[in-house]
């Protein structure tokens, strides 16, 4: 097994369990790792999500079309984060979102059958992914709150914050759709930083 590769994802692992090095081993036996070229589709709107995907290398968006037909993006995934849709994957219901790779991408996907038999033979397990879940569940809610409260100038800046590299590697549309601002705005915000 390619340690290396791993590394990442053991470490992400281990800010939420202590889980012994056999554990660690079955949990790593049961992904399965996706080498997605740029503008690969993962998911489309209409499909049941059956996987969770980690970022081990790469960008990931998930968005959703609005009633005209413009891409509101949802979440950039970057090194280190998880991509999926939670709730069609929990329900087993259609999911209204597409997830694309904006980069080339390495993934290491688990999923759903797999997950469940994990949680019976890693206790610890099912904590990692509750973690998991509450820390983009803060995401969300932060980036809610902002979208609600912020002047636009500010929600750009935090994105920045979270992701520093993501102008150099998103084209700016997708930033914009992310803010709920126009492309020509954002050109706007770029220009006032560059100016201080």
Same mark, same amino acid.
């Given at each position: 097994?390619?340690?290396?590769?791993?590394?990442? /994802?053991?470490?992400?692992?281990?800010?939420?369990? *202590?889980?012994?090095?056999?554990?660690?081993?079955?949990?790593?036996?049961?992904?399965?790792?996706?080498?997605?070229?740029?503008?690969? +589709?993962?998911?489309?709107?209409?499909?049941?999500?059956?996987?969770?995907?980690?970022?081990?290398?790469?960008?990931?968006?998930?968005?959703?079309?609005?009633?005209?037909?413009?891409?509101?993006?949802?979440?950039?995934?970057? =090194?280190? #984060? #998880?991509?999926?849709?939670?709730?069609?994957?929990?329900?087993?219901?259609?999911?209204?979102?597409? /997830?694309? *790779?904006?980069?080339?991408?390495?993934?290491?996907?688990?999923?759903?059958?797999?997950?469940?038999?994990?949680?019976?033979? /890693?206790?610890?397990?099912?904590?990692?992914?509750?973690?998991?879940?509450?820390?983009?569940?803060?995401?969300? +809610?932060?980036?809610?709150?902002?979208?609600?409260? #912020?002047?636009?100038?500010?929600?750009?800046?935090?994105?920045?914050?979270?992701?520093?590299?993501?102008?150099?590697?998103?084209? +700016?549309?997708?930033?914009?759709?992310?803010?709920? /601002?126009?492309? =020509?705005?954002?050109?706007?915000?770029?220009?006032?930083?560059?100016?201080?």
């Amino acid at each position: 097994m390619n340690e290396e590769r791993y590394a990442r /994802i053991i470490g992400n692992i281990s800010r939420c369990t *202590a889980m012994p090095y056999e554990q660690q081993q079955k949990f790593l036996a049961a992904l399965e790792v996706k080498q997605v070229p740029k503008k690969t +589709q993962l998911l489309r709107a209409g499909e049941v999500c059956d996987f969770e995907a980690y970022v081990n290398k790469g960008c990931m968006r998930s968005y959703f079309l609005d009633e005209h037909g413009h891409e509101v993006t949802l979440q950039f995934a970057t =090194e280190d #984060w #998880w991509v999926s849709d939670v709730v069609s994957m929990a329900e087993g219901k259609p999911s209204r979102i597409f /997830i694309e *790779a904006l980069e080339d991408s390495e993934l290491l996907c688990i999923h759903r059958g797999k997950k469940e038999d994990l949680y019976r033979d /890693i206790p610890g397990l099912e904590r990692v992914f509750r973690m998991m879940l509450l820390r983009n569940l803060g995401a969300l +809610q932060d980036r809610l709150f902002a979208t609600m409260a #912020w002047p636009a100038e500010e929600r750009y800046a935090a994105v920045l914050k979270r992701f520093p590299e993501l102008p150099n590697r998103v084209p +700016q549309h997708m930033i914009a759709s992310y803010l709920g /601002i126009t492309p =020509e705005f954002l050109s706007k915000l770029r220009a006032r930083r560059v100016a201080k």
